[in-house]
Nanobody, 121 residues
Framework: QVQLVESGGGLVQAGGSLRLSCAAS????????MGWFRQAPGKEREFVAA??????NYADSVKGRFTISRDNAKNTMYLQMNSLEPEDTAVYYC????????????????WGQGTQVTVSS
């Protein structure tokens, strides 16, 4: 069983930055693909970024602004978000799965509770 806990959300002005963290339990963190998803009000949850042992993958909407990383020694994943826009306002979720990077949320069996990010204009 894997438990995921997000932190770092908050309110920020457009153009600002936030760093989200996802702390994971379990001994097999380093072997898992870790991902960030987000859900804006009235919209479906969407893929943001993922990181695995071989690299990273980003949604087009965040490329060049967001950076995903992981510290396997700390069982923690991060999402550095720069140049934030009001359209980035959403609840951000971290997720984990075995195997390679996938962007479909349905293949991620483990989820955190989410952290709210609000970007004011």
């Amino acid at each position: 069983q894997v438990q995921l806990v997000e932190s770092g959300g908050g309110l920020v002005q457009a153009g600002g930055s936030l760093r989200l963290s996802c702390a994971a339990s379990g001994r097999t963190f380093s072997s898992k693909t870790m991902g960030w998803f987000r859900q804006a009000p009235g919209k479906e949850r969407e893929f943001v970024a993922a990181v695995t042992w071989s690299g990273t993958n980003y949604a087009d909407s965040v490329k060049g602004r967001f950076t995903i990383s992981r510290d396997n020694a700390k069982n923690t994943m991060y999402l550095q978000m720069n140049s934030l826009e009001p359209e980035d306002t959403a609840v951000y979720y971290c997720a984990a799965k075995m195997g390679g990077v996938r962007t479909a949320e349905s293949v991620y069996p483990y989820w955190g509770q989410g952290t709210q990010v609000t970007v004011s204009s």
